[in-house]
């Protein structure tokens, strides 16, 4: 079977427009070069911004988390919290927790709206809100007391309240 010539591209030659004729495999090549360069390009740039993010980067989010306790530090530092993580590790990155029982809790300065008794006010001054706070739970290396060997198990962002 033949390969037909297409009319596909066109290009300016001075004043006139003149159509090319391409064959399906070379426009099925140009697309798929077009195609992995702008992938590779994408892929470029998220390596670049993920290396141009530094320990330093961390530290500064990790002490800025630590002074003012905000949400939008804690959520930037999510993505460094992994299982492999033990209590000491977490609490350098964060600090102390809030509290601590079953689960330990780190506070931040958003709330979650739950009841407005005016619907036409809505605001965290006239409603009632819970704060949202990242809540985290380890295995335990002794069942009794918390060790700083202590394993992350699991974490997540929540409304705290009654």
């Not at 990790?62 to 609490?91: C, F, G, I, W």
Request: with cysteine; glycine share 6%; aromatic share 12%.
């Amino acid at each position: 079977m033949a390969i037909k010539p297409i009319n596909l591209l066109f290009v300016l030659q001075g004043w006139k427009i003149k159509f090319m004729k391409i064959s399906h495999i070379k426009v099925i090549g140009l697309f798929s070069l077009a195609l992995f360069l702008i992938l590779a390009g994408c892929a470029f740039l998220i390596l670049f911004w993920n290396a141009s993010l530094n320990e330093k980067t961390v530290t500064q989010l990790s002490a800025h988390y630590k002074q003012y306790h905000d949400y939008k530090s804690l959520v930037a530092l999510l993505p460094y919290l992994n299982y492999t993580m033990k209590r000491s590790e977490v609490e350098d990155l964060l600090g102390k927790p809030t509290a601590c029982n079953i689960r330990c809790f780190y506070d931040t300065d958003e709330s979650f709206i739950v009841f407005c008794p005016d619907k036409s006010k809505i605001s965290r001054a006239t409603c009632q809100s819970f704060p949202i706070m990242l809540g985290l739970g380890y295995n335990s290396v002794d069942k009794n007391t918390e060790s700083p060997q202590d394993q992350l198990a699991g974490f997540g962002l929540t409304p705290i309240g009654e």
